[in-house]
C-alpha cells in the first residue's frame, strides 16, 4: 500500500510541534474509560501520542505502555516529558501480531487519507490480542478535506466509519459516541470516539 499519512500534515505537526505540545489538552476522562477495562499493568500501544500527555498518565497508572508518533519532533517532545525514547512510527509501519491488550489512538486516525484506513485499522486489529480493546477519535464530516491550517482530515460519518471498522475485521464491540469540542484550529466540531474489541477468538 502507499504511505498512509498526508504529507502535508505530517509536515504542519514536525514545523509546530512544540507549539502544539504547549496547547495540548490533558483532558483523562474517556482515557481513564479505556483504562479501566484492561488489566492492571496492561500493554498498550499508543498511536499518535502528540506530546506524550496521555503516555505519561497511563505510564503513572502501572501500565507497560509503548508510545509513538508519526512527526519526529512530536516524539522528541513526548521524550522529553516522558523521560524516555519515543519511537518515530507511521501508521502503515504497524506489523505487530497479537502483542497489546489494548492500543489507543486519539485524535490521530482522523488524518489518514479515506481510501487508506481500512487497511490501517486491519493492521490495528492485527496487533491486538484477542480480546483487546481500541479506541481512536475522529473529526466528524461528509468527505475528507483541510481546515484552515491546510491539515488533511477524513471527515467520517458514523456509517461510512462502522464500515471501514467492519472491513479490517470481526469485533465483538463497537460502540460510537459523539461530542463538540474545539481544535488547534479554534473552530468548533463534532467528534467521533469509537471504541472496539477485538473478538476473542479471532
Known amino acids: 500500500m502507499s504511505d498512509a499519512f498526508d504529507p502535508e500534515t505530517l509536515a504542519f505537526y514536525q514545523g509546530n510541534a512544540a507549539d502544539y505540545a504547549a496547547w495540548s489538552k490533558h483532558r483523562h476522562v474517556r482515557l481513564n474509560q479505556f483504562l479501566d477495562t484492561l488489566p492492571q499493568g496492561a500493554s498498550i500501544l499508543e498511536l499518535g501520542c502528540g506530546a506524550g500527555a496521555d503516555s505519561a498518565h497511563m505510564i503513572a497508572q502501572g501500565f507497560d505502555v509503548r508510545p509513538t508518533d508519526g512527526s519526529p519532533q512530536m516524539a522528541a517532545q513526548a521524550a522529553l516529558k516522558l523521560g524516555r525514547p519515543v519511537e518515530t512510527l507511521l501508521f502503515h509501519q504497524l506489523d505487530a501480531d497479537a ?85 488547534y484550529d479554534n473552530e468548533a466540531v463534532t467528534i467521533l470516539h469509537v471504541t472496539a474489541q477485538r473478538q476473542a477468538s479471532s
Open 99 to 183: 502483542l497489546y491488550d489494548g492500543v489507543w489512538a486519539n485524535a490521530c486516525l482522523l488524518h489518514v487519507p479515506r481510501d487508506q484506513l481500512g487497511d490501517v485499522l486491519a493492521r490495528i486489529r492485527r496487533a491486538l490480542k484477542p480480546g483487546g480493546l481500541f479506541y481512536a477519535s475522529y473529526k466528524a464530516g461528509v468527505g475528507e478535506g483541510r481546515d484552515k491550517l491546510s491539515r488533511y482530515y477524513n471527515y467520517p460519518t458514523e456509517d461510512w466509519l462502522r464500515e471501514r471498522y467492519v472491513e479490517a475485521g470481526a469485533w465483538s464491540s463497537l460502540t460510537i459516541e459523539a461530542n463538540q469540542d474545539v481544535g
